[in-house]
């Protein structure tokens, strides 16, 4: 029976890490989006090189992962894209959420930017560690697209969730956390909590001409005094229904900040 629970342990952990294997041909949320066959085939021949793509059931992967990545023996996964201007205003580009190319320190893979021109998609830079595949693109006052991300990290039973925003530059992504929950169900260590982003969106709240954040979160906490037999604490948690929290992050155009009944909210349920 213990060495059940411990495999039931392992699965729910790495069940976790299905974000970062979709592909193309699976279905993406927000402005991360399954490009079309033909231009699929052109981001990927910017990345992967020519001669190192194949192609099943819709799915895109470079043979052997490139060699700005860490496994650069190995093949990776182009799980989607986001189209936009996000160095200039004007300029046609995209980000690349590829996968499988980076070891759990770098998040399982990264994003490449590409830029496209007359001589068709160029590689402008690669970032590991930043997956671009749950992200919402919003408009700035510069002309240019900005990202609201989502981001998760899994380590010795802990998940951390993050929603970042996000400016993309040539040489470097500027990013500001904007919300951190987490859960510790994974862990040896009651009582146990699970705080999720359930969905996110842009909507102009406050009627300013900007686009507001609006987060959906849950919340279970489990009573500090629950109790549990021998043996149990690793697997056995008994979290109550959910509750759940609308956080509003109004926007000047430029950046983002909670109104304070969300400030409040924030204080309890992120993680510390």
């Known amino acids: 029976m213990k060495i059940l629970k411990s495999i039931i342990l392992v699965s729910t952990l ?7 294997t979709k592909t193309l041909a699976q279905e993406v949320k927000k402005d991360s989006v399954v490009p079309s066959q033909k231009d699929g085939i052109a981001l990927a021949q910017s990345i992967c090189g020519a001669g190192n793509i194949t192609q099943e059931q819709g799915k895109l992967s470079c043979k052997n992962c490139p060699s700005f990545t860490a496994y650069s023996g190995s093949g990776g996964t182009l799980t989607s894209v986001v189209y936009g201007s996000f160095t200039k205003a004007g300029t046609r580009e995209a ?7 980076e070891p759990h320190a770098g998040n399982w893979g990264g994003t490449v930017l590409l830029r496209h021109t007359n ?3 160029s590689r402008v830079r690669y970032e590991k560690g930043f ?16 990202l609201i991300c989502e981001a998760s990290h899994l380590g010795q039973g802990y998940l951390s969730t993050q929603l970042n925003a996000l400016e993309i530059g040539s040489t470097k992504t500027t990013t500001t956390n904007l919300l951190k929950v987490g859960s510790n169900t994974g862990s040896c260590n009651p009582p146990y909590y699970e705080v999720q982003i359930k969905d996110f969106l842009t909507q102009d709240t406050n009627k300013d001409g900007f686009p507001d954040l609006v987060v959906r979160v849950s919340e279970a906490m ?16 008994r979290l109550p229904k959910p509750k759940f929290y609308q956080l509003t992050f109004l926007s000047n155009g430029q950046s983002f900040r909670p109104t304070p009944t ?10 510390k």
């Open 222 to 237: 489990e009573a500090k005094n629950t109790s549990r037999g021998n043996n149990e604490g690793c697997v056995d948690y």
């Open 131 to 146: 997956r671009s595949n749950i992200c919402l693109k919003i408009p700035n006052r510069t002309g240019r697209h900005s």
């Open 95 to 101: 980000l690349i959420d590829l996968g499988d190319c």
């Open 119 to 121: 001589n068709g998609w």
């Open 14 to 20: 790495l069940s976790i890490q299905i974000i970062a």
């Open 262 to 271: 969300t400030a409040n909210l924030m204080k309890r349920l992120e993680v």
